[in-house]
């Protein structure tokens, strides 16, 4: 074999080597590891806790993406997990589930306070139920209050179960639960009763004009439940208030903050989100 073809053969090897393509087996497993840190994320936003399995976590800052260790306004909410259910109740988005309702206790469903906060004793309520009349309290117009509540009879409420909490910057948060008989009393509550399009009927205490909240991602949708969102528009007044209302089964959520000069965002948007997860 001449010099010049033994040149030509170790080329063509070189050549074969560098096109040839990797094992497979580290391409798989790295493919595999992004495809579940992407999916742990991908269900609420990047300032916000996310569910997983049964339990609801928080996940650490440094998993998410753009965030490292510096504070990004969460809060720090315990480990969150759902009530256990009576012995052969189903889930209440489970397909033996016709009425969709939560076998769970009420009060069990409400979101514990975070780390730092003061709690509302007022509105635990007796033995944890709280009095319509409380929650009415959120409010702004005498009209509006007994024409919810009587919407509330007419429609057969059942039980209310709140918390609420001060944090130390004062952003304060009230969070009530309204149980009904079923989830087609909550679809239609939510569809031109309490909310009309999208958008919050009835003022509450301390807003006058109520715009679309354009900060809160959509990404954050959580399955089977319903999300009406309202922002207090500009200009405010001495404090803003962000509220939301939740559809999920036979329960309506009412979720309030507030808090002197600007209520921020993210906090609002994570206890939304994590109260939406513990419902669901």
């Known amino acids: 074999m001449t010099e010049q073809t ?19 087996v580290g391409k798989d497993r790295r493919v595999l ?13 990047a300032a916000v806790g996310t569910a997983a399995a049964y339990g609801i976590t928080r996940p650490e800052r440094t998993d998410l993406p ?15 997990v759902r009530p256990p259910l009576p012995s052969g109740s189903p889930a209440p988005f489970a397909e033996a589930n016709k009425a969709a309702a939560h076998h769970a206790d009420l009060r069990a469903l409400v979101l514990p306070a975070p780390k730092g906060a003061k709690v509302d004793t007022a509105l635990r ?15 702004a117009s005498t009209d509006d209050r007994e024409t919810i509540e009587q919407m509330l009879t007419d429609y057969g409420l059942r039980h209310i179960a709140a918390h609420g909490w001060t944090m130390r910057d004062g952003t304060r948060t009230r969070i009530y639960l309204l ?6 009393v ?47 528009a500009k200009p405010y ?24 000069g600007t ?18």
């Open 186 to 232: 909550v679809d239609d509550l939510l569809a031109g009763k309490l909310t009309a399009f999208d958008n919050p009927r009835y003022h509450l205490r301390g807003t006058e004009e109520v715009a679309d909240d354009e900060q809160f991602p959509a990404s954050s949708q959580v399955d089977g439940v319903v999300r009406v969102l309202g922002n207090e």
């Open 237 to 260: 007044g001495a404090e803003q208030v962000r509220h939301a209302y939740l559809g999920a089964g036979d329960t309506v959520a009412l979720i309030v903050q507030s808090r002197r």
């Open 263 to 280: 209520a921020e965002a993210v906090p609002f948007q994570q206890t939304v989100v994590l109260q939406s997860q513990l419902l669901s």
């Open 66 to 80: 753009g965030l490292a260790t510096e504070s990004d306004g969460r809060w720090d909410y315990p480990e969150i």
């Open 33 to 45: 590891r992004a495809v579940l840190r992407w999916t742990a994320v991908a269900v609420v936003f």
């Open 179 to 184: 149980r009904f008989a079923t989830a087609a």
């Open 125 to 139: 309520g007796e033995d944890g139920w709280l009095g319509v009349k409380t929650f009415l309290a959120e409010y």
């Open 6 to 24: 033994e040149q030509t053969e170790q080329t063509e090897e070189r050549q074969a080597l560098v096109s040839s393509p990797p094992p497979e």
